[in-house]
């Protein structure tokens, strides 16, 4: 069977417009606002680097790049082994593993709005877990009027709806560890902690470090889990602002300054990109030994 | 963007008044506004109004049409959420809506871009029927002209808890009524039984009620001695445990809903407000107190809603004669009697709607509500931007948790909103 030389490009044309229409004409749109000083209302004229200049000086985007930094560093290694944890547990053919199963996935898929306003609810100065610490005789837990606690309660939740996900990437994986392998260490003499750390994980490398670079990067694309529990101010005096949020912050609005904020969108997608190239780096050597 | 919720809150009230007759007659049925002949089609955007008010404006649409045959006016409801995102959008590409629903803060950026039709030029004969203070909110502020046609208004009372001031020791009939009596009788209930008074920081309209000039010669001024004083008195306060500790981030609707729980004893509002704690709240209700505005200037603070003309309506004539229309004492009269809201017109506050009490706590704030707009301010500035907002409750945070003196969060947060305003 035969086909015109253009035929394969009809096939692509719907992904090719909607991606050229929705990914790449916007993003180099961003590149070229980033050295200007645009408001929504209008192109703006070109002023260099002078976006660049101004973030450096500004405490506010230092403030966000390290609550963005530590956010990462936070979530990533729960958000690796938890799930892994859960995964193990959640393998096992037991009476009502179904349950424990969407249990642990139901958060994946409700919205975060409704997350984020359930949580609300349970860490509010007066909400459910101050209630019963008051009850207990404690002082009342300042979870979200405090800048740090707001930033941990706000990384408890990103891990609370990150498990499901992760977990069913790990149940995956785990269906391909080799059996074999598992019972010749098994005939070996080794107990189950032995197993784990010397079969399954090995096995498990090339996801580990997969999951690892995507709770990284929405780790440091924090947006909605912090937005929701501050209230959208980004904690008292907006010292838990992270980057997604000082961007938003930033370019909302018919006042917005958008030159300065696709400036900061342009730095957040080269520290993004950085982290991938390191994560895939790091994956190949492992490769190679 | 809270605020903008509270606002379109004003716009989707549910009201249980029924429709009257109200005798007055609208002013408006010019054929030739703008120059050009009032005809041919139009798209009139709102804010949030559908289906609440769908009959309503449909009754204004058709009245419009009858009386200028040969023009079509089509109906676009955008929800509250969002419609930042679509003004800008179609400002953006310079295809806003013939006639658009927008408040003084949505009109000024857009006005600012010359995007919107000076009205003080187009139609400056329309001036006289509304009330100067709602025709000069949409004034730019030293530059002259007027970008959108005052449509409806409201302004508050102050809700106290009854209870909570009788369980601290207060007197439930004497709520404060000063700025200085706030801070005694805060103080007074937040020592005797751990209440807290307020729910929310000042806001910019706060320091203009209490006195401080706002915005001056083309550049904010709130950190003059009297905005120190204020900031020292809401520290003071917040030491004491007067403020809840959400008062650092939250926003008007956050302060609302912790008044609703009970959490905190005094909260500004409105007459939709009241509506909420009957149905939303009935144990608050029970002890709700109905105070007047606390202002240290005898003006209370007015919001209002407007509709503009864009520039690049192809049709400015029948645009700016639809703009008029909507907003004209007779559509306002019969608008303010569905929702909780007031007319922008000079005549419209004169029906007896709004100057007769039957009793009731409705008609009671409604009447106290309508007299207080007679010389009610628009006191936070066209030029007060999202992020101006944002920039003035952070630094009041960082002085109410003591990072820095009242003094440097003010100056801090009026240099910030200098910079914002080039």
Redesign the interface.
């Known amino acids: 069977m035969t086909h015109k030389p253009y035929t394969p490009w009809l096939f692509l044309l719907p992904g090719l417009v909607v991606s050229l229409g929705f990914v790449i004409f916007p993003f180099l749109n961003m590149i070229v606002l980033s050295f200007t000083d645009a408001s929504a209302l209008g192109g703006g004229q070109f002023t260099g680097v002078d976006n660049f200049v101004r973030m450096a000086q500004d405490p506010k985007f230092w403030v966000a790049a390290r609550n963005s930094l530590l956010y990462m560093v936070c979530v990533v290694p729960p958000l690796v082994l938890l799930p892994l944890l859960i995964a193990m547990l959640a393998q096992k053919i037991v009476p009502g593993i179904g349950i424990f199963r969407t249990a642990f996935f139901t958060p994946v898929i409700a919205s975060a709005v409704v997350v984020g306003l359930i949580w609300t609810w349970l860490l509010d100065s007066r909400g459910l877990v101050n209630s019963v610490v008051e009850a207990l005789g404690g002082a009342r837990i300042p979870f979200l009027t405090d800048s740090t606690l707001l930033l941990v309660s706000s990384m408890i939740v990103t891990i609370w709806r990150g498990l499901g996900y992760y977990m069913v990437i790990y149940l995956s994986a785990l269906a391909n560890v080799p059996k074999d392998l598992l019972e010749a260490a098994m005939v070996d003499g080794a107990g189950p902690v032995r197993r784990f750390w010397s079969v399954t994980v090995p096995s498990l490398r090339p996801t580990m470090v997969l999951i690892a670079a995507l709770s990284a990067v929405n780790g440091f694309r924090v947006f909605s889990e912090i937005y929701l529990l501050s209230g959208g101010s980004g904690g008292p005096g907006g010292a838990s602002t992270t980057l997604v949020m000082l961007i938003q912050s930033v370019g909302r609005g018919l006042t917005g300054e958008v030159g300065y904020a696709s400036a900061l969108s342009l730095v957040l997608f080269v520290i993004l990109l950085g982290l991938l190239l390191i994560t895939l780096k790091l994956n190949r050597r492992e490769d190679q030994l | ?2 605020r903008r919720t509270f606002l379109a809150g004003l716009a989707a009230v549910p009201f249980a008044g029924t429709l009257a007759s109200c005798g007055l007659s609208g002013n408006t049925a010019s054929n030739s506004s703008a120059g050009g002949q009032v005809t041919g089609e139009i798209t009139f955007q709102t804010w949030s109004l559908k289906p609440k008010y769908t009959d309503y404006v449909n009754g204004v649409i058709d009245a419009f049409q009858k009386q200028h045959q040969g023009t079509t006016v089509k109906w676009v409801d955008q929800p509250a959420d969002g419609y ?1 995102a679509k ?2 959008a179609d ?2 590409a310079g295809s806003l809506p013939d006639v658009i629903n927008v408040p003084p803060d ?1 009109s000024f ?2 006005a600012k ?1 010359g ?1 919107l039709v000076d009205l003080d030029q187009a139609l400056e004969e329309a001036k006289p029927e509304y009330l100067e203070n709602a025709w000069q909110a949409f004034e730019i502020p030293g530059k002259g002209g007027c970008y959108g046609f005052p449509w409806y208004l409201n302004t508050g009372p102050v809700f106290y808890n009854k209870a909570l001031f009788r369980d601290a020791g207060l007197d439930p009939e004497k709520p404060p009524t000063t700025f200085k009596e706030l801070e005694e009788q805060a103080l007074k209930l937040a020592q005797s039984k751990k209440i807290a008074m307020l729910g929310q920081t000042p806001t910019i309209a706060d320091f203009g009620l209490y006195g401080v000039k706002v915005f001056e010669n083309d550049k904010f001024t709130f950190n003059e001695p009297e905005g120190v004083e204020f900031v020292e008195s809401y520290k003071r306060m917040y030491d004491a445990g007067a403020l ?3 008062a ?4 008007y609707t ?1 302060s609302g809903t912790k008044f609703m ?1 009970q ?1 905190t004893a005094l909260s500004p509002g409105s007459a939709y407000d009241l509506g909420k704690f009957k149905t939303d709240a009935p144990s608050l209700y029970a002890n709700i107190g109905i105070t007047k505005p606390i202002t240290n200037t005898g003006s209370a603070n007015m919001f209002l809603h407007g509709v503009s003309v864009p520039k690049s309506s192809k049709n400015q004539a029948t645009a700016l004669a639809f703009g008029r229309f909507v907003t004209n004492a007779e559509n306002q009269v019969k608008f303010a009697k569905l929702a909780s809201i007031f007319p922008s017109t000079s005549k419209g506050g004169d029906d007896p709607y709004f100057t007769t009490e039957d009793g009731s706590d409705e008609a009671r704030v409604r009447v106290a509500a309508a007299k207080q707009l007679k010389t009610a301010v628009n006191y936070t500035p066209v030029q007060f ?3 101006m907002r ?1 920039a003035l ?3 009041l ?2 002085a ?2 003591g ?1 820095k003196s009242a003094k440097q969060a003010l100056d801090d947060a009026v240099n910030e909103c200098n910079r ?1 305003l080039k």
């Open positions: 963007m809270k930042l003004v800008m400002a953006s949505l950026p857009l871009a995007q809840i500790p959400e650092l981030t939250q926003n956050g729980a959490q931007s999202d992020q944002e409750l952070q630094q945070a960082d109410m948790l990072k914002l």
